[in-house]
């Protein structure tokens, strides 16, 4: 079947089986990689990106749920060269080791925060639970998200 999604602000026409997966669209078809195959059941949050702003796991979504709805991936969250400030977050607050968590870690943060600008860090450590990071810079990712409420997150 043929499927139209909106990634990153451009419509892309897909042809697959309803069923596959949005993770191995966006990789696979669209050569989006950021978003990372980690669990493959939806508990790491690896593979998080918005759909229509909201946060979802990629890898159990199938792709039949994103068609003609917004999806976002960390490629599309910097503008015109400047970094979403919850990347900027990520970089300044040194909150990323291995990096593979991060994208997923950041789509979340996007996602809390665009629902509570200005969270608590027990509401960030609630916000971003699901979210998986085996390097443990669990602290210094409250501290990211905690500075991008600050700088005016989209």
């Known amino acids: 079947m043929a499927f139209e999604i909106l990634v990153n602000g451009a ?5 697959t089986d309803p069923e596959t ?4 669209v966006l990789r696979n078809q669209l050569g989006l990689t950021g978003s990372k195959y980690g669990c493959g059941e939806g508990q790491c949050g690896a593979c998080a990106v918005l759909i229509d702003g909201r946060a979802v796991r990629s890898c159990i979504t199938p792709v ?3 068609a003609g709805r917004h999806v976002t991936t960390i490629e599309g969250l910097a503008r015109n060269g400047k970094l979403h400030p919850v990347q900027q977050g990520f ?4 909150a990323l080791q291995c990096g593979y968590c991060t994208p997923g870690m950041v ?3 996007v ?3 665009a629902k509570d600008p200005h969270p608590t860090d027990a509401a960030i450590r609630r916000g971003m639970e699901g979210n998986v990071c085996r390097c ?3 602290p ?3 501290a990211a998200v905690r500075m991008a409420s600050k700088g005016a997150a989209r």
């Open 11 to 15: 419509s892309h026409r897909v042809e």
């Open 21 to 24: 997966s949005l993770l191995s």
């Open 64 to 66: 039949k749920h994103a």
């Open 91 to 94: 970089l300044d607050a040194d």
């Open 107 to 109: 789509m979340s943060a």
């Open 111 to 113: 996602a809390l925060l």
């Open 136 to 138: 443990g810079t669990y």
């Open 140 to 142: 210094r990712i409250v």
